[in-house]
């Protein structure tokens, strides 16, 4: 009698939560202003960028547009704006992998707050590092390096989605988390750090001003939404701890096959 093989079901080759596909769809869409006339592009970035000198009366008065109101929510609002596409497929490329572990962890609502709040977090060290800057800030960086930051929180324990042992990719985004302390002694996090501290302060990539002239990439608010994210990380996660000896038995997995 000749044997009935079932054959694997196939997952797609890239499969992204509802959460992060409605955010890209969102800064997609957003970018479409630069159809707009020039002079209302300009306006909406006036009006939605991130501009330190709105809250510095040091100096010259300039009539900034959006009043008192985007003194708020341009905190969170020049994250979801792009000077143009390379900038916004920069952002979105290295907001897939992490982005997605994040989302399905987190969960919407988590994760959507998540990205204000690591958003806001580099515009005040924007802020604090350039007070009396005119030029807007904008892009989504400081929220993709708060994600990054967060990620690598359980990235690297086994059946994680950096790990040896990964699982399909929801399981891999719930495994436990490291503690804070016992994530800053493995290897593969320090290692990670370094690296990426390394390419955004030597060469930077994400959010930058408006300006063609004076482009300058704002790798101080990247820093900013990188330690939010990492910092932050267990006020978000609905995910259990990982138990010190899990953790440990996590680095040694990864050790004998080094």
Avoid at 13 to 20: D, H, R, S, Y
Avoid at 30 to 39: A, G, N
Avoid at 145 to 166: K, P
Avoid at 247 to 253: G, L, R
């Amino acid at each position: 009698m000749p044997a009935v093989v079932e054959e694997a079901p196939r997952e797609p080759v890239l499969t992204l939560p509802g959460a992060l596909t409605a955010y890209i769809v969102l800064v997609a869409v957003i970018h479409l202003r630069v159809l707009l006339p020039p002079e209302v592009e300009n306006w909406t970035i006036d009006v939605f960028g991130f501009i330190p000198k709105r809250y510095d009366s040091s100096l010259l008065n300039l009539e900034i547009p959006g009043g008192a109101g985007a003194k708020v929510w341009t905190f969170v609002t020049y994250s979801l704006l792009h000077a143009n596409l390379t900038h916004l497929g920069f952002n979105v490329l290295w907001l897939l992998p992490f982005g997605s572990a994040l989302a399905r962890r987190f969960g919407a609502v988590r994760f959507f707050l998540f990205l204000a709040v690591t958003a806001a977090a580099g515009a005040l060290a924007h802020l604090i590092t350039h007070e009396h800057a005119v030029a807007p800030m904008i892009g989504a960086s400081a929220s993709v390096s708060g994600a990054m930051a967060a990620a690598i929180r359980f990235a690297f324990v086994r059946g994680s989605f950096l790990s040896f042992n990964r699982s399909d990719a929801d399981t891999a985004a719930r495994v436990p988390a490291l503690p804070l302390s016992r994530a800053l002694r493995d290897g593969r996090v320090v290692g990670f750090l370094a690296v990426w501290f390394g390419v955004n302060i030597i060469f930077g990539v994400g959010a930058i001003g408006v300006d063609s002239e004076t482009t300058t990439v704002a790798w101080q608010a990247h820093i900013g939404g990188f330690f939010a994210g990492l910092l932050l990380f267990t006020l978000f996660d609905p995910m259990p701890r990982v138990r010190s000896d899990a953790a440990d038995a996590s680095s040694q997995d990864v050790s004998d096959r080094i």
